[in-house]
């Protein structure tokens, strides 16, 4: 899809701190069980948003500490910033609407008459937002307070509270419910809505997201109590918001088969690739499994045995060639040998393989040039390679499955390896 001119199959909005991410899952599995999926069944037809309380510079920090995949539309800061793409264009109409009945130099005034508040860091002070921390036994004082001193001042705002500590005041017309509905409203005007939204939350700054009419929600497992509460007393008899039986990442793809929204088989939770056929393959998917049966194979988890080799050589191309980064070229079936030697290399290691931002352009009746980052860490370290790969399709359709023709990668500027006698694929 033209990502912003064709209407999504599904546009799916989520936070990100106990939602999308689980910070109690060291080995971030339900992350990378939604990665897949997203890649291989929804990101050449979908929209994926993270909307999160985070200032962009937490954000940024995140997305170096966790697998996450790039976001077609990320809104930050309690749903005061909205931008556009891996470059985060902003939205400037969005700021000019927020800049209605809303003096930041007032708010700062105001808030520093209450010693009850503490000021959060200088990076969480934000253009529309300004961030506190109150104990849970003063904030609804607080709150009642405050913002009957800021009305008297001439200013319409918002006081949001969440997380049991965090205390933002944002303009009136801001929140992660109102930066949903700003670009659903976007969407409509300009003739493409998604077809469905789910939005997806764990805390009480998530509770406008579930506000907002014909969308599906999902509270995750591991939802905090301030949200439960919300929708015990708002939204309780709402067929289309359910209380996910499993946590963050895992419970959103809960949901998507819950209301039936689309694929909702993660190719991580595929055992055997071999046996395993996709109703609707394309080009993702290809590109998802291949690369997931690489981390197994380096990982051990899957038997060494020419069977799965030579279904490799005979999803290439005998002239297949493959560029390193470094410009030195092998052909696939050259790769694919030297692949042999590394089976189990690493067995008990924090080793794992993941691909964002798979995008395919078809270039014939039955070929497709399709780009991608693939990345791989292990333990601490982390790399990352710019790659084009140049696929066919075997028979008649997608399902038949593809020919690999070639590959081509280049380092992601301050992702490199060190050492490329380990960069196989």
């Known amino acids: 899809m033209d990502r912003f001119t064709t209407a999504a199959r599904l546009m799916i909005v989520s936070d990100l701190d106990h939602t999308m991410v689980d910070h109690h899952d060291p080995e971030n599995m339900s992350l990378l069980r939604f990665n897949a999926l997203w890649e291989s069944s929804y990101r050449h037809d979908s929209l994926l948003v993270f909307s999160t309380g985070r200032s962009p510079t937490l954000y940024k920090q995140l997305r170096k500490e966790k697998p996450m995949l790039t976001p077609d539309i990320t809104i930050m800061s309690v749903g005061t910033?909205?931008?556009?793409?891996?470059?985060?264009?902003?939205?400037?109409?969005?700021?000019?609407?927020?800049?209605?009945?809303?003096?930041?130099?007032?708010?700062?005034?105001e808030t520093s008459k209450f010693p009850e508040l503490t000021l959060q860091a200088e990076t969480e002070q934000r253009p529309h937002k300004v961030s506190f921390y109150v104990d849970k036994t003063k904030a609804q004082t607080v709150m009642k307070l405050l913002s009957e001193r800021l009305e008297k001042r001439g200013l319409d705002v918002k006081i949001i509270y969440s997380g049991g500590m965090d205390l933002d005041i944002l303009p009136q017309g801001a929140g992660k419910g109102q930066a949903l509905?700003?670009?659903?409203?976007?969407?409509?005007?300009?003739?493409?809505?998604?077809?469905?939204?789910?939005?997806?939350?764990?805390?009480?700054?998530?509770?406008?997201?579930?506000?907002?009419?014909?969308?599906?929600?999902?509270?995750?497992?591991?939802?905090?109590?301030?949200?439960?509460?919300?929708?015990?007393?708002n939204a309780k008899g709402n067929p289309n918001i359910i209380h996910a039986k499993e946590r963050c990442a895992a419970g959103i793809i809960e949901a998507i088969g819950h209301f039936n929204l689309g694929p909702n088989t993660s190719p991580r939770d595929v055992a055997d690739f071999m046996e395993h056929k996709l109703e609707n393959a394309n080009p993702g998917h290809e590109v998802v499994k291949f690369y997931l049966f690489y981390e197994r194979w380096r990982r051990g988890e899957i038997e060494n045995c020419e069977t799965y080799i030579a279904s490799l050589k005979a999803s290439c191309d005998p002239s297949a060639i493959f560029v390193f980064p470094s410009g030195v070229e092998k052909t696939l079936h050259e790769c694919i040998h030297k692949m042999k030697g590394c089976h189990g290399d690493q067995k008990g290691k924090k080793f794992r393989v993941w691909v964002d931002r798979v995008l395919s352009t078809p270039i014939g009746s039955s070929t497709w040039l399709v780009k991608f980052d693939k990345w791989e860490s292990s333990g601490e370290e982390r790399c990352c390679c710019e790659t084009t790969i140049k696929i066919n399709a075997k028979g008649s359709g997608a399902s038949d499955g593809y020919v690999w023709v070639n590959v081509q990668q280049k380092w992601l500027e301050g992702f490199e390896n060190k050492d490329d006698s380990t960069w196989f694929f």
């Not at 509770?207 to 949200?227: R, T």
């Open 81 to 109: 910033e909205i931008t556009y793409g891996n470059s985060m264009l902003p939205d400037d109409g969005w700021v000019e609407f927020l800049n209605q009945k809303w003096d930041r130099n007032i708010v700062t005034e």
């Open 181 to 233: 509905a700003y670009l659903l409203k976007k969407f409509k005007t300009e003739g493409y809505p998604p077809s469905n939204t789910l939005v997806c939350g764990d805390s009480g700054n998530d509770a406008e997201l579930f506000s907002i009419p014909e969308v599906y929600g999902v509270m995750v497992s591991n939802a905090q109590e301030e949200l439960l509460q919300w929708h015990a007393e």
